[in-house]
């Protein structure tokens, strides 16, 4: 039966596909396609993990001592049955051979249906056996685990990937990463609001996706037909074949307009006027940097390195490693600009706590960005070392998340005199005058500009925290994303006088938020005086056709009506104007 679900576009575009549910479960676990000539292997890896979880529990059973209490001989007892059970080991055997799950994704899936057959029973003793299903899960888990090798990974191509788009119920940023390297048509999860990092990094994957689209991933099942319509936030499950006609129509229309934009790459961004305008990219990954220079990007205004650390291995990056990571941005880019942006961690991007490190605060306001490294001082060092390093390689410029107080800058500006002063004296080349920059995200930050126009270098200005903290709307929480909104009069003021008191101190300004990258909002940056931009690679060209229709002497008087508008309609039918001009 054909229905029609809601939520909030992410990233635009039409993705027609089969429903890939991806569990929480799931995502803690390697989960990948067999390809078809693998699918016996699969199965035998699984028999033999299971066989040696029974192994051992026999084992365990046998050692057990006389005076042992009966408890404990009847739990490992229920255990060894529950391992045998076919509704476990025939169940997930189909799942591989059928759907082609490897074997850790088969066994999560098995879990997750035979959980909702233990908490349908009625009998309080048989519900609680949900536990021992658990922990043998787990045990097979393990088993599992140890026998993975980097073999059976390379084999296992995610050969279906390309016709999936992916379910879930909520996606952490981290693990939205590991779908990079697999071609995933789109997705959809429960929760998520439009400026929450999960959808900035689903931006990055250049798919259509809608988050908050509540009780999606209760509601789809596993290889149902599905439609997105990123650009509406709708998703379509079994469309009927006039719904998929039109769609697939759209889809096509979509890729034209896509494939036309292309020739606006090798164009210099200039005014009708003839103003230079500079359009750089937020990146996560040093990967993505080639898909900035495809996009025409003049430089990187934004390298989120907080995913460097969020790696799946659960260990810090060394410096080395850090190093070869900025030197590979800065050697791709070619001579452009690199702005990278120290440690940003905390709210909803987290390190994972196996690093061993006390994690930063869960909360917007607590213990995150660069108030979790001014208190990490050796960990701060250690990043500022390669970063200061990688500038001998190209220009570099650093930028400093969340920034507020006077002595948060000059405790930074002492760490990266102190990071120089390392290098000279271990005799390693870096640029002396590499310029010192802040995000722009906290109103005081902006009441309170000259603090910082006295003390660094340029600043950009991020969007997505100052709208969250102006607003006091937690930007991933899609039970308020209706009240973030770009255009209140509030963030609107904030940034005009940013661009206002950097002019007047002759201080390099951009914006590096999500806002930088909306066609609809280009015209009003560039009435406000903004010369410099940083998106994602994918909104670049878009952008970049504004521009290129800009008469800036046209503009200034509708962004002025915006600016002197405090009425929500009374902005809007300002800025419907300036769209004309
Ligand atoms: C911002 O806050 O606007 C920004 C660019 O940084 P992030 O989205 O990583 O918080
Ligand atoms: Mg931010």
């Not at 789109?186 to 996706?209: K, N």
């Not at 196996?354 to 050796?378: C, D, F, M, V, Y």
């Amino acid at each position: 039966m054909s229905f029609t679900l809601h939520g909030i576009p992410i990233s635009g575009g039409v993705a027609i596909g089969r429903a890939y549910l991806i569990t929480r479960a799931a995502l803690d676990v390697i989960y990948y396609l067999v390809e078809p000539n693998c699918i016996e292997a699969e199965v035998t890896r699984f028999i033999a993990a299971q066989q040696s979880v029974y192994n051992e529990l026999v084992m365990l059973h046998s050692e057990l001592p006389a005076d042992t209490p009966g408890e404990i001989d009847a739990f490992l007892n229920v255990q060894i049955l529950i391992l045998v059970d076919e509704m476990l080991v025939e169940a997930v055997i189909e799942l591989i051979r059928v759907r082609g799950y490897n074997a850790e994704w088969a066994l999560t899936e098995q879990l997750e249906r035979l959980s909702k057959h233990f908490d349908n029973i009625n009998d309080e003793y048989l519900r609680t056996r949900k536990t021992d299903l658990e922990q043998i899960i787990e045990r097979i888990l393990q088993a599992l685990v140890a026998s993975t090798t980097d073999d059976i990974m390379t084999n296992s191509v995610q050969h279906n990937a390309d016709k999936m788009i992916v379910v879930a119920h909520d996606i952490a940023p981290s693990d939205i990463l590991k779908f990079k390297a697999q071609k995933f048509l789109g997705f959809v999860t429960d929760l998520g609001g439009c400026t929450s990092h999960t959808a900035i990094v689903a931006r990055s994957l250049g798919i259509p996706a809608t988050v908050g689209v509540q009780q999606a991933s209760s509601l789809i099942q596993q290889n149902d037909m599905i439609i997105v319509d990123g650009d509406r936030g709708v998703v379509i499950v079994d469309p009927t074949p006039l719904v998929l006609e039109e769609y697939t129509c759209r889809q096509s229309e979509q890729w034209f307009a896509q494939h036309k934009l292309q020739r606006l790459k090798f164009l210099p961004a200039r005014t009708i006027c003839g103003t230079k305008i500079n359009l750089l990219a937020n990146i996560e990954m040093p990967d993505d940097a080639c898909a900035a220079l495809d996009a025409g990007a003049v430089g990187i205004g934004l390298f989120r390195t907080e995913f460097l650390f969020m790696n799946p291995i659960g260990e810090l990056p060394q410096e080395e490693q850090q190093f070869n990571s900025y030197r590979r941005v800065v050697q791709t880019m070619n001579g452009w600009p690199v702005t990278i942006r120290t440690i940003d961690i905390g709210a909803d991007k987290l390190i994972d706590s196996t690093n061993g490190l006390e994690i930063a605060s869960h909360s917007a306001l607590g213990l995150r960005a660069i108030r979790w490294s001014l208190s990490k001082p050796q960990i701060f060092l250690a990043q500022l070392r390669p970063i200061l390093r990688a500038s001998a390689f190209g220009p570099v410029r650093i930028l400093i998340p969340m920034l507020a107080h006077a002595l948060e800058i000059d405790q930074t500006l002492n760490l990266i005199a102190q990071a120089k002063r390392q290098l000279d004296d271990a005799g390693l080349a870096f640029d002396p005058n590499v310029r010192i920059g802040a995000m722009i995200e906290i109103p005081a930050a902006v009441i309170a500009l000259p603090l910082f126009l006295k003390r660094l270098d340029f600043l950009s200005i991020g969007t997505n925290d100052l709208i969250q903290y102006t607003l006091a709307i937690d930007r991933t929480d899609n039970t308020v994303t209706h009240l973030y909104d770009p255009l209140h009069p509030g963030v609107l003021q904030l940034i005009s006088m940013i661009l206002r008191e950097t002019k007047q101190a002759g201080v390099p300004v951009s914006v590096c938020g999500e806002m930088a990258g909306d066609p609809a909002l280009t015209r009003l940056f560039l009435g406000m005086g903004l010369t410099e931009f940083s998106m994602h690679p994918s909104q670049l060209l878009l952008v970049k056709k504004e521009v290129l229709r800009a008469r800036l002497k046209s503009l200034r008087k509708p962004v002025e009506d915006v600016l002197a508008s405090y009425e929500p309609q009374e902005i809007r039918a300002a800025l419907d104007r300036l769209l004309k001009v």
